[in-house]
């Protein structure tokens, strides 16, 4: 089993008036959505219990997780990780200016289990590399390191949660009793931007 990734020849542009470079911007390809009742019937199936019963305990599970992370607790998705909410807003000097309209957005964020993450590191990657005209060109396994980013250890930008340890520094908050330091940075692949007016790839 392997990932399909494809490298796709585009013209990026980096700040305004640029006459851009072609570069391979690499981006996973996206397999069809499974839609909620092949994943229950699968899980059915594999557990041996009755496709109502397991319906059943879906919706309710989602329900749990759905009221417990609305009150901001970090709550386990059996065998993924765990799931909890946070935000995104601006930092202020002085405690005059905090008010809700520093908030720029609310957020879901996903941190992953280690079992899942194993099994992640250890899956190949395949990327079929397409030139500008879209003609394939090249085909290749990759052989990187298998690292798995974590939103509670990486460094970047963004802090999450208020009791955290974690080393960044930002205008990232996350919900009460998160850990400190996530981060939602990039893979360092270069996105193709998508305005010619932006300073920066698109992301």
């Known amino acids: 089993m392997a990932l399909k990734v494809k490298a796709v020849e585009r013209l990026v ?13 690499m981006q996973p390809e996206l397999y069809t959505a499974l839609a909620q009742d092949k994943v229950i019937k699968e899980a059915a199936l594999r557990s041996g ?3 109502g019963v397991m319906q059943a305990c879906w919706d309710a599970a989602g329900e749990v997780i759905k009221a417990w992370a609305t009150e901001g607790h970090s709550v386990a998705l ?4 765990t799931m909890r909410f946070g935000l995104r807003a601006k930092s ?3 405690v005059e200016d905090v008010k809700a309209g520093l908030i720029s957005s609310r957020r879901i964020i996903f941190t992953p289990a280690t079992d899942l993450k194993d099994e992640l590191a250890d899956t190949a990657i395949q990327i ?3 030139d500008r005209n879209g003609d394939e060109v090249k085909r290749v396994t990759s052989t990187d390191p298998g690292t798995v980013e974590d939103p509670d250890t990486s460094t970047g930008s963004e802090t999450e949660g208020e009791n955290g ?3 960044s520094t930002g205008s990232e908050t996350g919900g ?3 850990n400190g330091g996530n981060t939602s940075g990039g893979s360092g692949i270069i996105p193709t931007p998508t305005d010619p007016e932006d ?3 698109a992301g």
Not at 13 to 25: C, E, I, T
Not at 78 to 81: E, M, N
Request: aromatic fraction near 12%.
């Open 13 to 25: 542009k980096f700040k305004k008036n640029d006459p851009g470079q072609y570069r391979y911007v």
């Open 49 to 51: 219990v009755n496709r």
């Open 78 to 81: 059996p065998g993924l990780g």
């Open 92 to 94: 202020v000097e002085k």
């Open 128 to 130: 079929t590399c397409f």
């Open 165 to 167: 340890s974690g080393s």
């Open 176 to 178: 009460n009793g998160g």
């Open 199 to 201: 300073d920066q790839p």
